[in-house]
């Protein structure tokens, strides 16, 4: 997996909070200071997750054994519970939602790149049965309950099945909100993973006039909808956005710009009415498309190599994913620029808010 380009580091640890379903799972990335000997968190946390990425992408369990082979010891570039960068203003805080049959650390490149360049992210494991598998531990003894992802019960309608998922998950996003908020008025968040880094620590470095909330696919449409529940989102960045799980009568409640970043061989004409209706809402919305790219082309599967990796997790896309990344990152740090009254340079790369570049339309 690449390492971030911006200007910092980057640390990363996970936080689990509360005893129930109702609970909170992510990873958290942020700008770090140079720690000596750091550790490298391994891409898949455990194996249970390989067993849930079986039984998502392959419906066979058994062939967990061999994506624990092919990628069980890839690791990500990032320092494992390194001191954070102190910042006097405080870092912007982007919540990251992610797609169906994923779990909080296969975007981990994007959430990697966006610390680099001076974010606190929150990548969220949703508990709505989307995830490839997850789990919280309970009040009693702290024993581990795993939560499998779920297909459409037969007889349902998937509409109704994702719309109940989608509610849930933006629910989730907002209550991640509400969970930094906690921290930095100096409440005691208890993580109970016990890792070697105090919450604490972000206290007075996180600016939470400027939140944002992203994701991709099921969690691009959960970032437009988390818009609608929570006024304190100052934006949305959907990549690749799964519109079909949202209900109609909710578009016009959509108050605040989104920026959609879409690849060239997912959207359907339905998808993309769906975001134009937004757009003509709100002038500030943008959506673009980058060429050359398919769906897996916005997640860590993308820069894994192997005809196995590709057979398992889908096509690949034509255009090197390390310039893809680039791309999607330069056009979110544009549009976060523009909406959280940043003080960087990333203006630099607003023509491709406009669908103008080396291998972006609009």
Known sequence: LPPGKGPHLVGCTDVMVGHTQQGLFLRLFYPCLPQAGAAQPLWIPRSEYCGGLADFALGRRWCSALISIAVGSCRVPVSWNGPLKPHSHGYPLVIFSHGLGAFRTLYSSVCTELASWGFVVAALEHRDHSAATTYFCTAEDGREEWIPFQQVPPGQKEF????????QRAEECVRALRLFTDIASGKSVPNLLCQDLD?????????LTKVVVMGHSFGGVTAVLALVKEPRFRCAVALDAWMFPLENVLYPEVPKPVLFINTEKFQTPEGVAKMKRLSSRNSQTKIITVLGTVHESQTDFAFLPGKLISLIFGARGTLNPHKALTIT?????????RHLNLEEEFHQWDDLLEGVGDSVVP
Not at 160 to 167: L, S
Not at 199 to 207: A, H, R, V, W
Not at 329 to 337: C, E, S, Y
């Open 160 to 167: 109704y099945f994702r719309n109940k998922q989608v509610h």
């Open 199 to 207: 919450l604490s620590m972000l206290k007075d470095n996180i600016d």
């Open 329 to 337: 990152i330069q056009a979110v740090l544009a549009f976060l620029q």
